[in-house]
């Protein structure tokens, strides 16, 4: 066995601000009630390069005609909230447009044996490439939430509502989360 690092190292991730559903497991705590609407990519020309930028409103809003004939750029119904990545370590807002994640947790919510899914953490296994990914959802036991992540999720201050008018759900923020001792 090499011992030039420790055996659980990990590359640190930075400061990334949203999640996003890697190969394997990835298990979240739901912080957030959802915000939900439709979601569609469009791209612009910023000194001489493409730049992609997501359009968003909320459900019962319009979409432009145009954004619903492109096919290269789908609109997609989309779920976001903020949770806790135990991976990263991070508080963080994961977006979600898979409809079979959508559908699995949904059915949690309406089950009596499960509920709100602010009470339990979510494992969801991705597998595959491309049009062959396969996402499986599965609820772990209710447990309480360590109060330090209660902590770092209250000194963010998100604003998700943020997210429909292009700006930044993190402008508020009035603390390094990392910062925040218990």
């Known amino acids: 066995m090499n011992d030039f ?3 659980d190292y990990k590359v640190p991730v930075g400061d990334v601000k949203y999640m996003k559903f890697e190969s394997g497991e990835n298990v979240f705590r739901i912080l957030s ?3 939900v609407g439709w979601e569609w990519w469009t791209s612009e ?3 001489g390069k493409e730049i992609r930028k997501p359009n968003r409103v909320g ?3 319009g979409v432009p005609v145009e954004a ?3 096919e290269k750029n789908p609109v997609k119904h989309f779920w976001a909230m903020v949770v806790w990545n135990y991976e990263d370590k991070k508080v963080q807002i994961l977006e979600i447009t898979q409809r079979g994640i959508q559908k699995a947790i949904r059915a949690l919510t309406k089950s009596k044996g499960w509920g709100d899914p602010k009470n339990y953490d979510i494992s969801v296994m991705k597998s595959g490439e491309k049009l062959q990914t396969t996402y499986e959802v599965m609820p772990i036991p209710p447990a309480p939430l360590d109060k330090e992540i209660v902590k770092k999720y209250k ?4 604003d998700l509502e943020q997210l429909y008018v292009g700006g930044d759900p993190f402008a508020k923020e009035n603390v390094n989360p990392d910062e925040v001792h218990v």
């Open 5 to 7: 690092l420790p055996g």
């Open 155 to 158: 000194a963010l201050d998100i």
């Open 59 to 61: 459900e019962s809003d």
């Open 45 to 47: 020309t910023k000194d």
């Open 33 to 35: 009630s959802a915000i």
């Open 68 to 70: 619903w004939d492109d």
